[in-house]
C-alpha cells in the first residue's frame, strides 16, 4: 500500500521497502533486483540496488542487501544454530575483501536499552585477537585466529560524539583492511522482529530506524570496505498501525482517512518490541558474535567458541 507522506512507513529492511513497491522474484526493473534462494535449507533473500533511479524508488542507497529468516533462535537446536550462523558467515564474507588483514568490528547501540544492545552484546560474543597477536604471536600462529579489532562506541548522549567519529578515529589509528559495523533495526512488521538479520555493503545511519539518524558509517566516509550488520528489533506504532489496517480495510483511502483522525499526533514517537525481548535480544546478538566468529576465526568450531569466550 502507498500511503501519503504524511504517514511514513517506517523500515530498515530492504526486502520490506520492495514490498511497497509490489516486489517479486525477479527484476524488477529500474535498476532493482530481487530474489529468493535457501543456503543450508535457510531462507535467503536478495536485494540489488543497482543505480540512483533505484535509490529515489526504495530509499536505499546503492548496495547489496541480503536477509537471512532466522525465525525464532532462542528455540532452536544447536544444529539449526551453526548452519543459519554459517549462512550469515558466507554473506559477510562475499562482501569483505577476499584478502582480509585487521577487521574492525563497530558494535553499536545502548546497552542500556534492551531492543538497542545487539550490537554491545554482539561484542561480547565476539573473539577479538588483535591484542594477542601484538602480544604473543607464537600464540595467535598456534590458535589459527583471524586478526580482528572491536570498539563499542555508545551512543550520542553518553559520549558527545557521533558513533561515526569514533569508528573514524579507530579507523585512522587501527589501519584495518575492512569494518564490520553491527547495529539494531526497525522493521515494518512484528513477525520481523529478532526473526531476520540484513547483512548489506552499504554501510548504515544509526538510529534511521527510529528517526533519529547520525552521520552514516559507510565506505564513502571511512575509507576502507564497510559492511553492515542488523537486527530488526523494534516497529514504529504508526507503522504497525498501517500495517494492520492496511489488512483490514480494502480502500487505500478509508486506512488513510481512520488513521488521520483517530491515531494521536504524537503517536510516531512510540515503538514496540516483543515481550521477551531479553531472551531474544541475548541469542541474536550471540547468533550475529558468532557469525563474525566463525568468518573470523574460519577453523575454529562452536564448542571452541564456548570455551574461549567462557
Known amino acids: 500500500m502507498d500511503f501519503s507522506t504524511k504517514f511514513t512507513v517506517r523500515t ?8 511497497n513497491l509490489g516486489g517479486k522474484k525477479g527484476d524488477l526493473g529500474d535498476g532493482i533486483g530481487f530474489e529468493t534462494e535457501y543456503i543450508r535449507s535457510v ?18 542507497p546503492i548496495g547489496k542487501y541480503v536477509t537471512v529468516t532466522t525465525g525464532e533462535i532462542w528455540k ?29 568490528v563497530a558494535a553499536l547501540g545502548n546497552d542500556k536499552i534492551t531492543a538497542d544492545a545487539i550490537g554491545p552484546l554482539a561484542a561480547d560474543n565476539l573473539i577479538v585477537s588483535r ?47 575492512c569494518v564490520v559495523v553491527i547495529d539494531a533495526l526497525a522493521s515494518r512488521n512484528v513477525e520481523r522482529l529478532a526473526k531476520t538479520v540484513q547483512i548489506c ?7 534511521s530506524g527510529v528517526g533519529n ?18 537486527v530488526p528489533t523494534v516497529v514504529e506504532v504508526q507503522t504497525l498501525c498501517l500495517d494492520v489496517l ?27 518490541c516483543p515481550k521477551e525481548t531479553d531472551k531474544i535480544i541475548k541469542s541474536m546478538s550471540k ?4 557469525s563474525l566468529n566463525f568468518v573470523l576465526h574460519k577453523d575454529m568450531t562452536l564448542s571452541e567458541m564456548d570455551e574461549f569466550l567462557a
Do not use: W
Not at 601484538?134 to 558527545?160: F, N, Q
Open 12 to 19: 530498515d529492511l530492504a526486502d520490506e521497502a520492495l514490498e
Open 213 to 230: 539518524a547520525r552521520q552514516e558509517i559507510s565506505k564513502n566516509t571511512l575509507g576502507v570496505p564497510t559492511v553492515a550488520i542488523g
Open 201 to 207: 555493503d552499504s554501510g548504515i545511519s544509526p538510529g
Open 43 to 60: 531462507r535467503v533473500d536478495n536485494v540489488t540496488v543497482k543505480n540512483e533511479t533505484a535509490e529515489r524508488i526504495t530509499g536505499k
Open 287 to 290: 547468533l550475529v558474535g558468532y
Open 131 to 177: 591484542h594477542i597477536k601484538i602480544k604473543s604471536r607464537d600464540l595467535y600462529d598456534s590458535l589459527g585466529l583471524g586478526e580482528c579489532a572491536c570498539i563499542t562506541p555508545g551512543v550520542m548522549g553518553d559520549t558527545g560524539a557521533e558513533a561515526l567519529e569514533l569508528v573514524k578515529g579507530a579507523v585512522d589509528a587501527l589501519k584495518p583492511s
Open 246 to 272: 492496511s489488512g483490514v480495510l480494502e480502500n487505500e483511502r478509508e486506512v488513510l482517512d481512520y488513521v488521520e483522525k483517530k491515531m494521536p499526533q504524537n503517536v510516531g514517537r512510540f515503538f514496540v
Open 76 to 104: 532452536t537446536d544447536k544444529e539449526t544454530f551453526e548452519n543459519i550462523a554459517k549462512t550469515i558467515a558466507d554473506i559477510v564474507k562475499g562482501m569483505l575483501p577476499e584478502e582480509k588483514g585487521l577487521c574492525l
